[in-house]
């Protein structure tokens, strides 16, 4: 913005010195806001539950924060030294920014209504996104590690959950009843399709029953006294080796135990649904001696996203606010505070809307782009309407002029900003980690869609609105007449 203010001036025919102050003077509130919106828009992402989330918020919010004070000052003193020399602008060939204009001001309707039109249909499909969070296809499939899962995981499964079963009281693990119930649930999970294999205390309790009663079939069951249950607890510990006990399995206490369940690669939803249907028994047939905790990285990941999501969609309403907050004071007009939130709000709307129509699945990157995209979008709002305000509240121009003036001072440099950004963020695709190909692609569309908003959509909703016909008050009859 700095550079596209100067060659302006300077194929005006101002000197370079000139230029340069004029253009720091154009410039320096809308490089100030832009910094201050984006430095906030990072930081949103301390609301996340995850701390590498913080970690990139902070990070970039320092390095937003050195580049603004650099813009302003070493920057321009930099300019001042070096080189700048740039051709007058030829008067029988208008610039692409003029042709821009021209077409805005001639289409205004067209553009506005298609735009939302358009907006409004990718919108629709956000409902229909899902949520899939599945750790190993966070890795490309030309991983070696990726190809490991995908050849193991349909027979012997990839990821275990982890059942922490309370019997409610210390030493009640050796319970007849209890064991029971923990003996139905393990038979339960080897019956569920998503399940590869399933191990609990009451395998080992009946292996021991029979073991310790001539390895007769009848007595492959659980033991029918507590007492005896705790002396195979105990003989069974002797003659473990040394270093060894049950501990992996029954807490020192002997009040919670643990069954494990080796899962196939299934996803978000199925594992969701699966969480619900083992809660779902235990209330059903805990018979009111065992209660259960569903953990492990399965479970984790299961809601990792949706977690994310909503602690970042309350950093996304505090952002929106301070936008709408700042730029009211600093364009003192509350209008233009709630206008901007047009083409903020838009363009991350329509991403999503896309990434629902051709892709239709999400997953833990979604909870970032949000946040970073409105950070960085929003700078093309302010410098647009900063340019506007500029001709239409400070040199008196009309509407029309106003947009046109806008366009042609800010819109090149918006372009180059886009495709600088999104080429930036469109280096991420290459990445192997699902995480970062995805933020990356999100948000160069959301780049990318918002300067398409702030050239055309923002313009032309400016340009409507200055063609309305003024509200006035009826005259009374006795002073028309």
Known sequence: HVFAGVRGAMRKGLDRREALIDSIGLNFTPIAITSITTIVGFLTLNFSDSPPFHHLGNIAAAGIFAAWILSVT???????????????????????????????????RVILFAGLAFAAAMIAFI?????????????????????????????????????????GAPGNVTNPEFLEVVDAFTL????????????????????????????????????DRKELAAQYLLVYELSLPYGLDLNDRIEINRQ???????????????????????????????????????????????????????????GALYLILAIVVILSLTFRSIKIGLLSLIPNALPILVTFGLWALLVGQVGFSIAATGAVAVGLVVDFTVHFLAKYLRAHRDEGKDVEASVRYALETAGTAILATTVILAAG?????????????????????????????????????????????????????QEAV
Do not use: C
Not at 283 to 303: D, R, S, W
Not at 309 to 314: R, S
């Open 188 to 223: 339960w999970l080897r019956e569920q399709p998503a399940v590869t294999h399933a191990f609990s205390v009451s395998d080992i309790m009946k292996r021991l029953n029979r073991n310790l009663n001539g390895e007769h079939p009848a007595f492959n069951t659980i033991p």
């Open 256 to 314: 919670n135990t643990r069954i494990t369940a080796t899962m196939r690669d299934i996803s978000t939803e199925d594992t969701k649904a699966f969480i619900d249907a083992a809660e779902a028994w235990f209330e059903t047939n805990g018979n009111g001696v065992a209660t259960v905790e569903i953990t492990g990285a399965k479970t984790l990941f299961a809601f990792v996203a949706q977690r994310n999501i909503e602690a970042m969609f309350e």
């Open 74 to 108: 070493f920057l321009p003193a930099l300019a001042s030294v070096l080189p700048l020399k740039f051709k007058a602008a030829p008067e029988d060939k208008p610039a692409l920014m003029a042709r821009l204009a021209d077409l805005v001001v001639a289409r205004t």
């Open 425 to 477: 963020f469109a280096i991420l695709i290459t990445s192997s980690f699902k995480f970062n190909a995805d933020l990356g692609l999100l948000t160069a569309m959301a780049i990318f869609l918002a300067m398409l908003v702030n050239l055309l959509l923002l313009p032309s909703l400016l340009a409507w609105r200055g063609t309305q016909p003024p509200k006035t008050n009826p005259q009374p009859l």
């Open 127 to 167: 409902p229909t996104i899902s949520l899939n969070d599945q750790w190993s296809q966070y890795f490309a499939p030309r991983l070696e590690y990726r190809q490991s899962v995908e050849a193991v995981g349909p027979f012997f499964g990839t990821e275990p959950m982890q059942f922490i079963v309370n019997s």
